[in-house]
C-alpha cells in the first residue's frame, strides 16, 4: 500500500513539476518576445538617423537595453535587453546594472543601444564585463537622441531618453550578463 502512495506521490510530484517548467518556459517565451519587440522598435526609431543607419550598416551586431535609473548624490539602475549577431541571427538575452556617485538627482528610463563593429567586440560583450565612463547629461522630460557618428573603440553607444527627468554628473559602472532565465 505504501509503495502505491509512494508511486502515486512520485508521479504526481513529476507532472506537477513538467507543468510547472512548462508554464515557465511560456512566460520566459513571452519576456523574449516583449524583449525582442521592444528592441526592435527601439532600432527603427534609431535608424531614422543617417548616421546611425551607415554605422549599423557597418557593425556585426548590436544590443539595446531598456534602463531605469535614479538617483540622488548615489545613483542606480538596471533593465534587460538584447544582444544580435545580425550574420548568425542568435539573440542572447542580457540584463544590466549601473551604480555610480554623484552631482544628481531624479529618475529617468531610456533605451541604450550599442553597435559593434567587430565579432570580437560583441562576443567579448556578451561575455559579460564592465563599461566605466564618466557622464554629464540632462535630460527633462522630453525624447532626445545622442547623435553618434562613429565607432570608439569598437562600438558605438546611443541613447534615446523616454519621459523622466535626470540631471546628473557622475561616474557610473555598468555590468551587463547573460539572462540565464531567458536561455
Given at each position: 500500500m505504501n509503495i502505491h502512495r509512494s508511486l502515486l506521490l512520485a508521479?504526481?510530484?513529476?507532472?506537477?513539476?513538467g507543468a510547472a517548467l512548462a508554464q515557465g518556459s511560456g512566460e520566459a517565451q513571452q519576456r523574449r518576445q516583449e524583449i525582442d519587440s521592444n528592441a526592435q522598435g527601439v532600432l527603427d526609431e534609431?535608424?531614422?538617423q543617417e548616421s546611425a543607419r551607415d554605422l549599423y550598416?557597418?557593425?556585426?551586431g548590436y544590443a539595446v537595453f531598456t534602463?531605469?535609473?535614479?538617483?540622488f548624490i548615489v545613483s542606480g539602475g538596471g533593465g534587460n535587453?538584447?544582444?544580435?549577431?545580425?550574420?548568425s541571427g542568435q539573440r542572447t538575452y542580457m540584463r544590466m546594472g549601473t551604480a555610480g556617485v554623484g552631482l544628481g538627482i531624479g529618475?529617468?528610463?531610456y533605451s541604450l543601444i550599442m553597435l559593434f563593429e567587430t565579432k570580437d567586440r560583441l562576443d567579448k560583450f556578451v561575455a559579460g564585463?564592465?563599461?566605466?565612463?564618466?557622464t554629464a547629461e540632462a535630460a527633462a522630460g522630453k525624447e532626445g537622441v545622442a547623435v553618434q557618428s562613429s565607432f570608439f573603440d569598437g562600438v558605438a553607444f546611443y541613447q534615446i531618453t523616454e519621459k523622466g527627468l535626470m540631471a546628473q554628473a557622475d561616474v557610473s559602472g555598468t555590468k551587463?550578463?547573460?539572462?540565464?532565465e531567458l536561455r
Open positions: 508521479a504526481a510530484l513529476t507532472l506537477g513539476t534609431l535608424l531614422q550598416g557597418r557593425a556585426v534602463v531605469t535609473k535614479g538617483g535587453g538584447v544582444a544580435v549577431d545580425k550574420a529618475g529617468q528610463r564585463g564592465w563599461d566605466s565612463r564618466a551587463f550578463w547573460v539572462n540565464d
